[in-house]
């Protein structure tokens, strides 16, 4: 059964930082591209950042580049998005995901998700 367990959300006050991590179990992690998502309140999930299989290939949504990073870890089946700079408009529900693509490319695409985790809480407010 595959599990993906978001950590490290909370409450940070503007211009400050969080880390969240994704464990992942029950599946190949290193054929899978990882994929961070969220959802504000009232709003759909956006896809904030991914990272490909295969060498390690990013991507970001605008709203986020140069301030968030995404990275992994192979040997400990890790995913992990360094948020910087944070702003009121981050807060979210930040989900971590997998798309079973062994490829030098990751999409940030709803439909192409195989597996989903429950979500991480991310509150960023004075």
């Known amino acids: 059964q595959v599990q993906l367990v978001e950590s490290g959300g909370g409450l940070v006050q503007p211009g400050g930082s969080l880390r969240l991590s994704c464990e992942a179990s029950?599946?190949?992690?290193?054929?899978?591209?990882m994929i961070w998502f969220r959802q504000a309140p009232g709003q759909e999930r956006e896809g904030v950042s991914c990272?490909?299989?295969?060498?390690?290939?990013?991507k970001y949504a605008d709203s986020v580049k140069g301030r968030f990073t995404i990275s992994r870890d192979n040997a400990l089946n890790m995913a992990y998005l360094e948020m910087n700079d944070l702003k009121p408009e981050d807060t979210a529900v930040y989900y971590c995901?997998?798309?079973?693509?062994?490829?030098?490319?990751?999409?940030?695409?709803?439909?192409?998700?195989?597996?989903w985790g429950k979500g991480a809480r991310v509150i960023v407010s004075s």
């Open positions: 990272i490909s299989a295969k060498e390690g290939f990013t």
């Open positions: 029950g599946l190949e992690f290193f054929t899978h591209a």
């Open positions: 995901a997998a798309e079973n693509r062994y490829s030098n490319r990751c999409l940030m695409v709803i439909s192409e998700v195989d597996h």
